[in-house]
Nanobody, 116 residues
Framework: QVQLVESGGGLVQAGESLRLSCAVS????????MGWYRQAPGKQRELVAR???????NYADSVKGRFTISRDNAKNMMYLQMNSLKPEDTAVYYC??????????WGQGTQVTVSS
């Protein structure tokens, strides 16, 4: 059974930083693509950043240069370092594990609120 647990959200002011963590149980972590998604009130869930098993990275244009995704396969952990946060980054952030053709697992989400 695969389980994902996010942590590290909170309330910060614009310009500050946060680091989100995602702890993953299960043996497929090292061969799976991992990603961070977010969903703001009234909006659809969107991809923030993705890191594939081979290390290839993808970022949403809105976070390029400010956010950094990383993973530690030895610890089954994934991280999202968020710098220069903006009010528009306010959302619930979800950890995602994608494996195979169409298998997805999600965490419960962690709230990030950025005040102006």
């Amino acid at each position: 059974q695969v389980q994902l647990v996010e942590s590290g959200g909170g309330l910060v002011q614009a310009g500050e930083s946060l680091r989100l963590s995602c702890a993953v149980s299960g043996s497929i972590f090292s061969i799976a693509a991992m990603g961070w998604y977010r969903q703001a009130p009234g909006k659809q869930r969107e991809l923030v950043a993705r890191i594939r098993s081979g290390g290839r990275l993808n970022y949403a244009d809105s976070v390029k240069g400010r956010f950094t995704i990383s993973r530690d396969n030895a610890k089954n952990m994934m991280y999202l370092q968020m710098n220069s946060l903006k009010p528009e980054d306010t959302a619930v952030y979800y950890c995602n594990l994608h494996w195979g053709v169409a298998t997805d697992y999600w965490g419960q989400g962690t709230q990030v609120t950025v005040s102006s």
